[in-house]
């Protein structure tokens, strides 16, 4: 019977506690690399990963480290195998970038429940939504997940195979990222002129817009 790629990922995280340090650090930097490649098929791709670890495993039983039994350069390796996998289907690679999108607007959505519930007590505030508007900042929303999405794995997958790694660098460049991402949304809110008709849209309905799409959000995901 066919492993499903969910328990895969669970057996291959129970079975890499046995490798050496050595091996570990060679074997998740190549697992980590496969897994960026979102246009591959997740099944084949978890089930060759489960593979090169079982033969890692065996070799190391035998005193043999991951790099005397995949070679220098992991890499090259492992590009020789993407060539080779199928692709998956555009739609989960679509779902997993708009899950992120949903992520955001989600927390945005409570974020102005939660301006829309304190502003007042300092100044008014109107709770008056514009449908067009609003559909073009989901838009840059959902532009900015993607964008974002594409930087970050690109300074992930530049961090691998590396003999001395900056995590602190890498985690700056993507908190960066992020940082101009949310920027970009806040100042196309603040920018972006009313069109088309309004609607009062309050901070409770704000609230349980953000909750349901952060629900969403972690289904798409899941």
């Known amino acids: 019977m066919m492993i499903e790629a969910k328990q ?6 129970q079975k890499r506690t046995g490798l050496s340090e050595e091996n570990e650090k060679y074997y998740s930097d190549f697992l980590i690399y496969m897994r960026l490649q979102l246009s591959l098929s997740e099944q084949q791709t978890e089930e060759i990963l489960m593979e090169i670890l079982d033969h890692i495993i065996d070799g190391q039983r035998e005193g043999k480290t991951a790099r005397m039994i995949l070679g220098d350069d992991p890499k090259a390796y492992a590009d020789d195998i993407i060539e080779q996998l199928p692709t998956e289907k555009k739609r989960n690679v679509v779902t997993f970038i708009s899950s992120l999108a949903l992520n955001l607007l ?3 959505m409570l974020f102005r429940g939660l301006l829309l519930l304190i502003g007042p007590m300092f100044k008014d505030i109107s709770s008056e939504v514009y449908p067009v508007t609003s559909g073009i900042l989901v838009l840059i929303i959902f532009i900015s997940s993607l964008i974002g999405v594409k930087i970050i794995f690109s300074i992930i997958k530049h961090s691998l195979f590396k003999e001395k790694q900056t995590p602190v660098k890498d985690s700056i460049k993507a908190g960066t990222m992020g940082m ?3 920027g970009i949304i806040i ?10 008709p309004s609607f009062l849209f309050p901070w409770y309905a704000s609230f349980i817009t953000g909750g349901t799409l952060l629900g969403t959000s972690y ?3 899941k």
């Open 8 to 13: 895969l990922i669970e057996l291959n995280n």
């Open 187 to 196: 100042c196309a809110t603040y920018f972006l002129p009313d069109l088309g």
């Open 219 to 221: 289904l798409l995901k």
């Open 106 to 108: 989600g927390y945005f």
């Open 180 to 182: 101009v991402s949310m």
